[in-house]
């Protein structure tokens, strides 16, 4: 961090800001222009807070000069790192699409979905038994029934699921279904405590953009459970909030190639989220996959009219099939499998 004083600051002041830095265990280099002194805290400079010197006397402003994400960053990683889903690899040359229903309805519901997504040639399946519903009023998801459900549909075809945890008390149940992938949504990204506690676990998790979180803020997080010891993290991107009504969100497609600068880890894409509606989800993952995204997490139901939870958005099976047909189209034109 470089700590910059203003021009008036007395020798007193500036022996402060110098003691400050130490009292933290860092060394302090004065450099003393003309015009100002600019005071450079040498050491890990992650354990100060530009807040924290901005109040003193004499002081103009303070900066870090190196990110506040370490383990997630690039910079301390240059190759990118696959994770592992029971051997499906996210993050390599194949790009992997994540098909399922919003949310686990039925048996038969469940049993025709993980069917669909095998005929598509998919090889993971998502779909939410606990679901952060806008109104409480609203299908809240099937709960622990719902996971039993799930697992039970997804592995007469040996398929790895994705489900979303929204609770720190539901982890010991996810764990105890074997969930392959936890999926922290967008709005639980900045629920620190969950972070946590899915750091100290080794599951893979894709941890969703907060529908409001600048780049920085979604780094962070993923640092969050990084630096509990997990390091499988997926970022999912599912559009954010802007002035426009027209559709549910807006997909941020600049996040693929300014994440796969910043970060080493899998960047997806949720295009389902994003549009709000079928119709625009083949275009949305068509961009997604052409930007650099490593994989999409797509909406499908088998008979999308019928869904209980984000009806307008669900891909038919036949459209499942159809969308993957185009990105076996492009995949290739990028140096890629799918
Ligand atoms: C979901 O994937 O079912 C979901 C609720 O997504 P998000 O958290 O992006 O709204
Ligand atoms: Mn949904």
Redesign the pocket.
């Known amino acids: 961090m470089i700590i910059v004083m203003k021009r008036e600051a007395t020798e007193a002041q500036i022996e402060a800001v110098v003691r400050k830095i130490r009292e933290f265990g860092l060394d302090a280099n004065v450099s003393k222009g003309t015009e100002r002194t600019v005071i450079g805290a040498i050491g890990d400079e992650r354990k100060l807070d530009p807040e924290q010197f901005d109040i003193l006397a004499g002081v103009d402003q303070s900066l870090h000069i190196v990110k506040p994400y370490k383990i997630v960053a690039r910079e301390w990683h240059p190759q990118d790192t696959v994770v592992d889903i029971r051997g499906v690899p996210l993050g390599g040359p194949q790009i992997q699409v994540i098909a399922g229903p919003?949310s686990v309805e039925t048996d038969e519901q469940m049993a025709r979905a993980a069917q669909a997504v095998v005929d598509a040639g998919c090889r993971l399946m998502?779909g939410?038994a606990f679901?952060?519903r806008t109104s409480p009023y609203t299908f809240q998801g099937k709960g622990v029934e719902g996971l039993a459900m799930f697992r039970q549909a997804a592995d007469r075809h040996n398929l790895p699921i994705v489900t979303?945890l929204m609770d720190v008390r539901t982890l010991e149940t996810f764990l105890e279904y074997d969930v392959d992938v936890i999926?922290i949504?967008?709005?639980s990204m900045q629920n620190f405590d969950l972070l946590k506690e899915v750091g100290r676990i080794s599951k893979p998790v894709i941890l969703?953009r907060g529908m409001s979180a600048t780049i920085s803020e979604w780094l962070m997080a993923a640092e969050y459970i990084a630096a509990g010891g997990n390091h499988n993290i997926i970022f999912c991107e599912?559009g954010i909030r802007t002035f426009e009504t027209y559709y549910r969100n807006v997909l941020d497609v600049t996040a693929v190639p300014v994440l796969k600068r910043e970060t080493h880890l899998p960047v997806i894409i949720?295009p389902s989220?994003a549009g709000g509606k079928a119709w625009m989800v083949p275009a949305l993952a068509r961009a997604a996959i052409a930007a650099g995204a490593d994989g999409l997490?797509v909406e499908m139901h088998p008979s999308p009219c019928e869904a209980w939870c984000d009806a307008d958005q669900a891909l038919s099976p036949a459209e499942l099939n159809t969308l993957m047909g185009e990105l076996r189209g492009i995949a290739p034109v990028l140096g890629r499998s799918i």
């Open positions: 919003c998502r939410g679901k952060p979303e999926q949504g967008t709005r969703k599912r949720d989220h997490l």
